[in-house]
Structures are given as structure tokens and as C-alpha cells.
T-cell receptor, first 116, second 112 residues
């Protein structure tokens, strides 16, 4: 499978716990994006990496959230001291600015987080 | 700030009907517009991508049009089938490397 993969697919945690999600982009895709989708809404942008550099962060990304892409390949998204409002689907996407690709973002299956 | 809206929020049609989903965006300075499909609890499947210089794209029973100047796009689904039941999301990008801004989606139910 050469698509974007995310792990875990589902995570249930208790309020106050820390959680970490992983995203593996399509090989050679240098851009990686994180989005969050709450029930009944479209996904909302969280943050974006070009290689290992985090270039943009949304105001949705509070100081309890941290994202990394240390080697410019996979990325992790950590949420500290989870709150019930963090319950959502977390989507990862990757893209490659090659000629003719239009830098199209390809999305992974998402990680469903439930905070009890 | 770009805002994307979709009408209707939900739609229920009998099998075989042709239908149109609508998308509007407030800033016409877009790089491209994309339609996605999302099944319950699943990720996003790209259906059609229209560059800002294009007027429409077609794939099978799907046809998407773009009127950038008026800030509108439509997704036309011909001869709907129960398997088309899903949420359809419209999304735009301001530049090639920018984040995608999504609408809230239209939930489609095709009744056998």
C-alpha cells in the first residue's frame, strides 16, 4: 500500500491523559498536513510541514498540541492533558510539488480520538 | 478569510435520480477546488479536482463545474445509486502549497 497511513486508527483515552498519533506520508512527499474533523463538520487545518520544518500553525493548535516531523518523513501529533473537546477525527495529508501534480493533497484514513 | 459553504446540508433522493450539490466560496482567488467523498467514520476520497483555469471536470457519472468569478461550484451526480450514499465535501486552496479549506459537507442518502 503506497498511500498515506495513520496509526492508530482508533484511540480511546480518559480526560487528562496524553496521546500521540503517527502519520506516514506517501514516499517522497515533502509536504505533510494535519487536519481535525469534528462530527458533522468539514476538516479544519491544524499545521503543515515542508520536510522537517513546521511552516504554519492554526490558532486551533493550542499549547497542549505539538507536532513534529524530525527527519522529514513520518510525523507525530501529540495532545497533552486531553479534554473531551479534543474528541475528533485527526486526518493527515501529504503532497509533492512535482510538475503536473498541482501539489494535490492525498489524505490518510484518519485517527478517531474519543476522550472519556 | 476564505469561507466555504455547501447547500443543502442533507439530501435524500430515490435511486436513479440525477442530483446537484452546491458549493460556494467567499474569496474567488483560488488555486483549485476539489470535491471529496467521505463514508461514515472513514477518511477522504478525492473525486474531482478543478484547477482555477478550468471550468469543469468529469469522471464517470460525476461532473463538477467551477465558476470562479461568482464563487460557485456544483457537483452533478447522474443516475444516483445507493452506493453513492455518503458525505460530499467541497474544498478550496488559495495557492498550490496552501492548506485546504473545507465546507461542512452535504450528507447524501440514495434510497433503493
Amino acid at each position: 500500500d503506497t498511500g498515506v497511513s495513520q496509526d492508530p486508527r482508533h484511540k480511546i483515552t480518559k480526560r487528562g491523559q496524553n496521546v500521540t498519533f503517527r502519520c506516514d506520508p506517501i514516499s517522497e512527499h515533502n509536504r505533510l498536513y494535519w487536519y481535525r474533523q469534528t462530527l458533522g463538520q468539514g476538516p479544519e487545518f491544524l499545521t503543515y510541514f515542508q520536510n522537517e520544518a513546521q511552516l504554519e500553525k492554526s490558532r486551533l493548535l493550542s499549547d497542549r498540541f505539538s507536532a513534529e516531523r524530525p527527519k522529514g518523513s513520518f510525523s507525530t501529533l501529540e495532545i497533552q492533558r486531553t479534554e473531551q473537546g479534543d474528541s475528533a477525527m485527526y486526518l493527515c495529508a501529504s503532497s509533492f510539488p512535482g510538475q503536473g501534480s498541482y501539489n494535490e493533497q492525498f489524505f490518510g484514513p484518519g485517527t478517531r480520538l474519543t476522550v472519556l | 478569510k476564505q469561507e466555504v459553504t455547501q447547500i443543502p446540508a442533507a439530501l435524500s433522493v430515490p435511486e436513479g435520480e440525477n442530483l446537484v450539490l452546491n458549493c460556494s466560496f467567499t474569496d474567488s482567488a483560488i488555486y483549485n477546488l476539489q470535491w471529496f467523498r467521505q463514508d461514515p467514520g472513514k477518511g477522504l476520497t478525492s473525486l474531482l479536482l478543478i484547477q482555477s483555469s478550468q471550468r469543469e471536470q468529469t469522471s464517470g457519472r460525476l461532473n463538477a463545474s467551477l465558476d470562479k468569478s461568482s464563487g460557485r461550484s456544483t457537483l452533478y451526480i447522474a443516475a444516483s445509486q445507493p452506493g453513492d450514499s455518503a458525505t460530499y465535501l467541497c474544498a478550496v486552496k488559495k495557492t498550490s502549497y496552501d492548506k485546504v479549506i473545507f465546507g461542512p459537507g452535504t450528507s447524501l442518502s440514495v434510497i433503493p
